[in-house]
């Protein structure tokens, strides 16, 4: 029972455009979502986080909104650079349960 | 300079072997966790300690023990008993306790292969 999902295995953007990455979840107890990079052989470095109380959380060139009715979030990076290229996770938890729930990841990558 | 680290990055072991993974931390945490990633897949949660002295299962502890004997380590064991142990672990770490939300930081992983 996969309770975070990130339905697109990768995407593809161009270099000063917007990128756009999604995540839907089926636990209702989840209230707090995070969002981690990760390049290959490479432990995940967290990006941004946001909790149910918010519907947006803004950190530079990255915004992570949360819409809880459709148990959606998502990741927007604008604008794209090359080095944004990597795999992004998803990931999301109970709070105070210590115990994330991760996402498959999407593969993005940003061509110059 | 505060940080996780994971020893060896490279690791090969031979089928029946048990073999210990190094995770050790400068962050004070108190919490620690191993995952395990496959590919296409997101990582799963092995083994988690929030506290030296205690740990709990994760969502795949079949074939892992852990040890939490001080706050600074929390090295994994994966034994023969675990049917596909090739993959890439992760340790990370947290301030854990009563500090909400609380976010994990993760090493650079390990991985291994089963020859």
């Known amino acids: 029972d996969q309770q975070v999902k990130q339905n697109s295995p990768s995407l593809s953007v161009q270099e000063g455009r917007i990128s756009i990455l999604n995540c839907d979840y089926t636990?209702?107890?989840?209230?707090?979502f995070l969002w981690y990079k990760k390049y290959p052989a490479e432990g995940p470095t967290f990006l941004i986080s946001?909790?149910?109380?918010?519907d947006k959380n803004e950190d530079g060139r990255f915004t992570v909104f949360l819409n809880k009715s459709a148990k959606h979030l998502s990741l927007h990076i604008v604008p794209s650079q090359p080095g944004d290229s990597a795999v992004y996770f998803c990931?999301?938890?109970?709070?105070?349960?210590?115990?994330?729930?991760f996402g498959q990841g999407t593969r993005l990558t940003i061509n110059p | 300079d505060g940080g996780i680290t994971q020893s060896p990055k490279y690791l090969f072991r031979k089928e029946g072997q048990n073999v210990t993974l190094s995770c050790e931390q400068n962050?004070?945490?108190?919490?620690m966790y191993w995952y395990r990633q496959d590919p296409g897949q997101g990582l799963r949660l092995i083994y988690y300690?929030?506290?030296?002295?205690?740990?709990q299962k994760g969502d795949i502890a079949e074939g892992y023990s852990v040890s939490r004997e001080k706050k600074e380590s929390f090295p994994l064991t994966v034994t023969s008993a675990q049917k596909n142990p090739t993959a890439f672990y992760l340790c990370?770490?947290?301030?854990?306790?009563?500090?909400?939300?609380?976010?994990?930081?993760f090493g650079p992983g390990t991985r291994l292969t089963v020859l």
């Open positions: 636990n209702s107890m989840f209230d707090y």
């Open positions: 990370a770490s947290s301030i854990g306790g009563l500090v909400n939300p609380d976010t994990q930081y």
């Open positions: 300690s929030q506290i030296v002295n205690d740990f």
């Open positions: 946001i909790s149910s109380i918010k």
């Open positions: 962050l004070n945490h108190d919490a």
């Open positions: 990931a999301a938890a109970v709070q105070g349960a210590q115990k994330l729930v």
